[in-house]
């Protein structure tokens, strides 16, 4: 039994003529905090709402975690936006802009004309821009469902409700899942999970209504900042590799890469990221294995415990009958 | 509350804490002023001390109880198997019996856990052996009608030969009944679970063995029960053996397994389980009409064991998952070992892959 027999998830699944595998670049160090991806994917997506910890009350949407309302990915949560406040220090962000008619400063109209898809690459400054240490700095990532390359969820469904689609992203049928729950702990970023009321498992689709017609996926259109880059996966990854080595050149030493090696426990995620600290800062596992990496491994070691059993059990047997041996 | 006024001296009655810096300590009392950075970076580091998982939304009584009732079936079915061949009616009836109601009694509890039980047929419209709870389903859909023509064929006392065969048959599938779902459970990202996916089949079985012996030694008249009084003590060398190699091997992922509620479970089984299965091997010297009773308490004792610690592995696991520590620590050892072997110093290129 071979799991995982190829390294293109499309095509191990099945998916012959695919369009290229598609994925998210979440480069967290242009993120603003201001949760438009959130927003926008529970618009587009209806899902319900949900107070902390489960509490309808929105009222009680306070979890003095900095910024954070939402606490998590979940059911109910399809990107959750951290905030993170740490006593590290990072480029003093200068917000005066030279308004001047100075050649040299900047124009205003021109900028406002451009609307407010200004690209990192050619924005004034970002929070990373180095300037004199400060103390503090805050960290906002916009974290979502990796779509892994060998996805754990996708393998342990026992109804078959989690499928690869041919953009090479996981996505449960609502139809189909009866609620067993296995997807849940087998995954090992805590990304899926049941929705009460209603039994099922719920997670992420990349949009997969969107992009089958060729939309961008509702939170990276709604992403301001870009922070949020949705397209094949190979561009990405590319870009992701020169944004990196820009922002190391710059003396941003901390700056990181996350789900993008192809080599690592998962076979490279399809959702990644650019991270500014240890990835376990921001709630993500360091070095996350698919769960079902030792499967074969586990089935043996049970097919083992079972004849051990039989045997043991057996052998209590030897030693004749039960009316020989009556007293 | 603004308590300061703008004066042409500049401001008067500024509260001294408005200049504070976040997080600096001004050592009234010891106390920290200020307000404190949420997340301090660096070692064991974590979201809000939020668990990395999401928790598992399994019942304890539904999917414990569906551990313990598959390994009580499957144990039984080898019992009797083996009571069928060598003459033993009572004790072949009593667990062709146990496997029937046990096996019956986990698809209702599994059932009873699914988000939309109505659904329960969706596990058979495909074979996927990369899903343990498939195979289970499949292993059950075949497994649970043979244990019970086994059953209905004794009760009924008709069809000696169909009924010996079920019985065989059962016992063959018995087995596999028993330790699927320790595949079941370790095919998690659970650390306590998947971290133990060596020792765990053997950990299941053992307790399945010694849930079915107790069973045994209730029912049948110890003239009968010899066997199950053996397989008291062969299903606690596995069950207490395998749990012990599980908990040194895991480190410190085996934490859940030795403090808190899951922890008491756990020994509360494993001292139940050694003491029950040794009191199991001398219960036929009682003398007197007391000998009797020494059995269905001994068996009693085995069979409650047995549930401690399928409780207190499943609550463990639980308990793993709602603490990002068990998560985050393996994980990071292991990057920092494969980044000393790659003579690679660097602290973040490359963090996670
Ligand atoms: S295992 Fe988790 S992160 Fe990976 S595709 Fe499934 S839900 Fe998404
Ligand atoms: S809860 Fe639904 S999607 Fe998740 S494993 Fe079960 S059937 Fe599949």
Redesign the interface.
Known sequence: MTIHPLPDPVVASGWTDAPPRMGFFTDTSVCIGCKACEVACKEWNAIPARGTEGSSDLAQDFTAMSMDNSMGLGADTWRHVAFIEQRKPLGIQEPGQFHGDDPSGSDVLALAAQGSGTPPSEAGMTPTTPGPAGEFRWLMASDVCKHCTHAACLDVCPTGSLFRTEFGTVVVQEDICNGCGYCVPACPYGVIDQRPEDGRAWKCTLCYDRISVGAEPACAKACPTDSIQFGPLDELRARADARLASMHENGVTDARLYGRDPDDGVGGDGAFFLLLDEPEVYGLPPDPVDTTRDLASMWRHAATAAVTVLAGIAVTFAGGSGRRSRR | MSTSDVTRDGLRGAHPEREA???VATGRRGRRRGEQ?????GAG????G?????????ETTDIGGYLYLGGLAG?SS??AA??E?????V?ARATRASALGAVGLSLVALIH?????E??L??L??A???????VG?WLLTVYGPVAGVAAAADIAGVLPRTRRAATLAA?AL???V???T??LI?????PA??DG??E???L???S??TAAAGLGMIAAPP??A???R??AL??AV?EVGAGRLMQRRLGMVAEPYEHGRSGALVRAGEIGTTVSALAAQVVDRVPGGRGRAAAVACGAALMVSSALTRFGIFLA?KAS?AD?RY??EP??R??TERRVERGDGSG??????
């Open positions: 810096t976040t997080g950075p949420r997340v301090e970076a580091s974590s979201y809000y939020l668990p990395v998982l999401n928790q598992v939304t399994w144990a080898v019992l083996g009571a061949l060598t003459d033993r009616p004790l856990d699914l988000g939309r039980p659904r329960f969706h596990m419209r495909v996927k052996p990369s899903s343990p709870m498939n389903s016992a018995g087995p596999a028993a330790s699927y320790a595949v370790s095919d998690t990202a659970v679970w998947h996916y060596r765990m089949p053997y299941f079985v053992g399945g063995a003239y009968e010899g066997p199950a053996r397989t062969v299903g596995l696991g998952a990002p998560t985050v994980q990071r292991r990057l973040a290129e490359g963090a996670g892959g």
